[in-house]
């Protein structure tokens, strides 16, 4: 979890303002909550398929 935070650091002195810095983790955030429901749609039809 360190590790994430230090990437965060990294990339925010990237960006010119915090506001956008935020804006691009909550898009990072959001896209890791999308694929996490995918996978757990895939997990559960894959359950259904083998029984």
Same mark, same amino acid.
Do not use: G, K, T
């Given at each position: 979890?360190?590790? #994430? $935070? &230090? @990437?965060? !650091? /990294?990339?925010?002195?990237?960006?010119?303002?915090? =506001? *956008? %810095?935020?804006?691009? +983790? #909550? $898009? &990072? @955030?959001? !896209? /890791?909550?999308?694929?996490?429901?995918?996978?757990? =749609? *895939? %997990?559960?039809?894959? +359950?259904?398929?083998?029984?």
């Amino acid at each position: 979890m360190q590790s #994430a $935070q &230090v @990437q965060f !650091a /990294h990339e925010s002195a990237q960006f010119p303002h915090w =506001q *956008l %810095a935020w804006l691009h +983790v #909550a $898009q &990072v @955030q959001s !896209a /890791h909550v999308q694929f996490a429901q995918e996978s757990l =749609q *895939l %997990a559960q039809a894959q +359950v259904v398929h083998s029984s």
